[in-house]
């Protein structure tokens, strides 16, 4: 059995990356894909090199992200994914920035209801993040599939993190911002409470303090960040932020971790890999294989968000079930 090998230092895990980028095909397939034995013909061979490259194996999904340990690379954690030197040195050069997406498979959502629960996703959110009462950061909706079949699917909305995002052009104060790998946050300690960036958004994804939040202690008494923006204030807009902090200490967001299905995938667009802490995939050959979309794209907000079109079918849920969510069944935590 190989015994795992601790990377020190930013030059280390560069040289871990060169030397694994070098061995790209190995045994290993994960995302349920499987590798294929070599064709007699020179054509068969070609075609199969071009699948391998579609697959994503666990030596270049360990590589890409530092990790020794094969065990660890699929749980509700990842890697530390934090910007790294490109050449190789702490300190100077150019930076290489993660580009943190979602991919959201809508085949897998049921919205809880086979579990008779309601979302856990918008549960794992609120009670992690101490979200304020009545605010849904990750909303399940149940819609219909479209105007003439009659049949519906849930569809979980995030901050859809945009890459052109109209709620930070309005705001008058740069409250809200785009960070460098991505996710769109707030500064409520600048945040005037204008709401213009609420009016602006068209995915309805903000919420506003309009009394004091009621908030346990242990919020309270947090030092604030706009990471996780604890405590709240009030007077000011909230919304998803992606976990960024998460994602820097090597874990996944909170709704991927709480969400029974695996329907929320969550990786870096720059290394193409994303995982929902089961399984891990290649998001460019998944997309284009279930044929992905972003919602309200038309718009060229370009979202971070990806979605598989889906009603549920995975999670044995039938298109004309009539069951909504539990949603009105949510708890939030309160202050005494």
């Known amino acids: 059995m190989v015994q795992p090998v601790q990377i020190e230092g930013v030059a280390g895990k560069l040289l871990l990356e060169r030397v694994c980028m070098d061995n790209v095909k190995t045994d290993g397939v994960l995302a349920g894909e499987s590798s294929k034995e070599p064709q007699?013909?020179?054509?068969?061979?070609?075609?199969?090199?071009?699948?391998?490259?579609?697959?994503?194996?666990?030596?270049?999904?360990?590589?890409?992200?530092?990790l020794a340990g094969a065990g660890a690379a699929v749980a509700s954690h990842l890697p530390n994914m934090s910007?790294?030197?490109?050449?190789?040195?702490?300190?100077?050069?150019?930076?290489r920035l993660r580009r943190w997406c979602m991919?959201?498979?809508?085949?897998?959502?049921?919205?809880?209801?086979?579990?008779?629960?309601?979302?856990?996703?918008?549960e794992a959110c609120i009670m992690s993040h101490y979200v304020p009462d009545g605010m849904e950061w990750v909303q399940v909706y149940r819609t219909e599939i479209n105007a003439h079949s009659g049949g519906t699917y849930f569809f979980p909305l995030h901050c859809q993190q945009c890459e052109n995002p109209p709620c930070t052009n309005v705001c008058p104060v740069g409250a809200t911002f785009?960070?460098?790998?991505?996710?769109?946050?707030?500064?409520?300690?600048?945040c005037i409470g204008?709401?213009?960036?609420?009016?602006?958004?068209?995915?309805?994804?903000?919420?506003?303090?309009?009394?004091e939040p009621n908030q346990p202690p242990q919020a309270k008494a947090m030092a604030y960040h706009p990471e996780t923006q604890q405590p709240a204030y009030k007077g000011t807009v909230m919304k998803c932020d992606m976990c960024p902090e998460r994602g820097r200490a090597g874990e996944v967001p909170y709704c991927v971790e709480g969400c029974p299905r695996g329907v929320i995938y969550y990786g870096d667009l720059e290394e193409d890999i994303a995982t929902n802490g089961r399984e891990i995939i290649k998001i460019s050959s998944y997309l284009a294989r279930n044929h992905?979309?972003?919602?309200?794209?038309?718009l060229g907000t370009q979202p971070r968000v990806y979605f598989i079109p889906g009603y549920g079918e995975d999670a044995g849920r039938n298109a004309y079930d009539p069951r909504d969510s539990r949603r009105k069944e949510l708890q939030w935590p309160r202050g005494t």
């Open 194 to 211: 204008c709401r213009m960036c609420m009016a602006a958004c068209p995915y309805d994804r903000r919420f506003f303090n309009w009394g």
């Open 292 to 298: 992905a979309y972003r919602y309200k794209e038309h």
């Open 103 to 122: 991919v959201v498979d809508l085949r897998r959502c049921d919205g809880c209801v086979g579990l008779n629960k309601p979302p856990r996703c918008t």
């Open 83 to 95: 910007a790294v030197a490109a050449d190789g040195e702490t300190g100077g050069g150019p930076r």
């Open 178 to 190: 785009a960070t460098p790998e991505g996710p769109i946050l707030i500064d409520q300690q600048r």
């Open 40 to 66: 007699a013909s020179q054509g068969a061979e070609r075609q199969s090199s071009k699948k391998d490259r579609n697959l994503i194996t666990r030596r270049r999904f360990l590589c890409l992200f530092g």
